[in-house]
């Protein structure tokens, strides 16, 4: 993220818009629609950003199959990935209570990361299908918090805000999602959904240490 001559982050808004696509591609099982909408989002990235040139190769790979056979393979991985339905092959569901807790459930866990939703008036994100630890339902508040600092103009409260999304980064998100992916890259198949989370995981390691250095 550059910076400003006041030191604040001028891309607060493109870092929410990119985490924001990151949540909506795995809050639910993938539509054509919306592989489409995030291959877009994926196209404006350059092939030397983590990830892309994976998830590049991938649409690359399959441009000649029917759209209905890609985004069921896309799907049929989706639930590997990120459902956990198969837990003697697949991995560990991304729920940062079941890779936090010593019980691999984590409901003190989930009541911490929803009080955090609670005190932005949010609630439990991310629609009634998701826990509210799961990846994607934590990067829709990530997503909000990050557009909450770029809406802020006094320098001080966009800093407070900044240092608030780094903590929220670092503690429920970076602190497990490392193990996450490369569970995935040993259980999963396809290239896209490593891709993906090879993005992520570089997105919100720039995000917390920007937001952490404005925080200071």
């Known amino acids: 993220m550059e910076k400003t001559n006041d030191g604040a982050s001028l891309s607060f808004g493109d870092a929410s818009a990119l985490v924001a696509a990151l949540a909506r591609i795995i809050g639910e ?19 030397e950003v983590p990830g892309c040139k994976r998830m590049k190769g ?27 339905v198969n837990p003697g092959t697949g991995p560990c569901p991304p729920y940062a209570g079941a890779w936090l807790a010593a019980d691999a459930v ?39 918090l990050l557009e909450q600092c770029a ?12 240092a608030e999304a780094a903590s929220f980064v670092d503690e429920y998100i970076l602190s497990w999602l ?9 259980k999963c198949k396809t290239e896209f959904w490593k891709g993906y989370l090879e993005l992520l995981e570089v997105a919100l390691q720039d995000v917390s240490a920007e937001c952490a250095q404005l925080g200071r």
Request: charge should be negative; aromatic fraction near 8%.
């Open 106 to 144: 984590g409901v003190d866990v989930m009541m911490a990361i929803n009080s955090r939703y609670v005190e932005k008036g949010l609630g439990v994100g991310g629609g009634k299908l998701n826990r509210m630890d799961y990846l994607g339902v934590e990067l829709e508040f990530v997503a909000y």
């Open 151 to 162: 809406a802020v103009a006094a320098s001080e409260q966009r800093c407070a805000m900044a």
């Open 178 to 186: 490392p193990r996450y992916r490369a569970d995935v890259e040993a």
């Open 58 to 84: 991938h649409f690359a790979a399959v441009q000649d199959c029917p759209e209905e056979q890609v985004v069921q393979d896309l799907a049929v991985d989706w639930t590997l990935a990120f459902r956990g």
């Open 29 to 47: 099982a993938p539509t054509g629609q919306q592989v489409l909408a995030f291959a877009a989002v994926v196209g404006e990235l350059g092939d």
